[in-house]
């Protein structure tokens, strides 16, 4: 048997981005997105967000976009 990657889950990072989702929530990948850039163009399709931060993606989901707090190393804008 061999073992293939079948896509990426890209999951909510929290509403600082840092702490876990109170969700638990995930992007529900549809059948044709196979890389993380196809599944977020998904989620945005079902109120995801992302953010950039430095060195990294923030994802979001529309419960924690709402709830949304700044990290301490996050700059205000």
Known sequence: MTARPIGV??????PTGRDDCPDSAAVSARYASRTARQVRADGRADGWTT????????????????NRTRAPEEPAR
């Open 9 to 14: 889950e890209v999951a909510c990072d929290g």
């Open 51 to 66: 953010r950039r931060t430095p060195g990294r993606l923030i994802d979001l989901c529309p419960t924690c976009r709402h």
